[in-house]
């Protein structure tokens, strides 16, 4: 009976001391939604969210901005900014497998933000029209830089444990998950 106890308690502290050697050098893989799971050491720094030369980020945002423009009442003709920005990528990324790429993210990123915008009645809002004008006013003056977006700090594993209250969402396969559109 005693050898049972004293093997328990061996055991018992030998996993302790493996959980507890292992927490600090544990590092779990991080997602890219921000959700939590995402390593609590802080010495390696953030990477930015959006690389400025990635030309299928680029297309997908030209794209969004063509879809926003259209739907707030825009003057602008929608296929000859499309046939410049395929001409400018053209020349920067020749390559015929990069052209297939940019041509079919602004593709899906316009009809994708047309369908999910098309029923807001109270889509255009003062903040987003100055934003669609600022950036469609680049991409018709030839300017398609990406916009970088803002690097949001993810949460650690203990983050969040406190008194305010914490709305989960689930998520939705049909919604575009953007900060402008969630204004």
Do not use: H, W
Request: with cysteine; charged share 25%; aromatic share 8%.
């Amino acid at each position: 009976m005693t050898y049972r106890i004293t093997s328990l308690r061996t055991l018992g502290l030998i996993g302790a001391t493996l959980f507890l050697t292992g927490c600090g050098s544990l590092k779990l893989p991080s997602l890219s939604t921000g959700s939590i799971g995402s390593s609590s050491q802080s010495a390696t720094p953030a990477a930015p969210a959006v690389k400025p030369d990635d030309p299928v980020e680029r297309a997908v945002q030209v794209g969004a901005t063509i879809a926003r423009a259209q739907k707030c009442g825009y003057y602008f003709d929608p296929a000859q900014l499309k046939a410049n920005y395929l001409a400018a990528e053209s020349v920067r990324y020749p390559a015929p497998d990069v052209q297939q790429k940019v041509q079919t993210g602004m593709e899906f990123a316009r009809i994708r933000v047309t369908r999910n915008i098309a029923p807001l009645d109270s889509y255009c809002t003062k903040a987003r029209t100055e934003k669609i004008k600022k950036n469609l006013t680049r991409y018709l003056a030839g300017d398609y830089t990406a916009e970088v977006k803002k690097v949001v700090k993810e949460a650690g594993l203990f983050d969040g444990l406190t008194d305010a209250p914490v709305k989960e969402e689930k998520f939705n396969p049909g919604r575009i998950y953007d900060p402008v559109l969630n204004e």
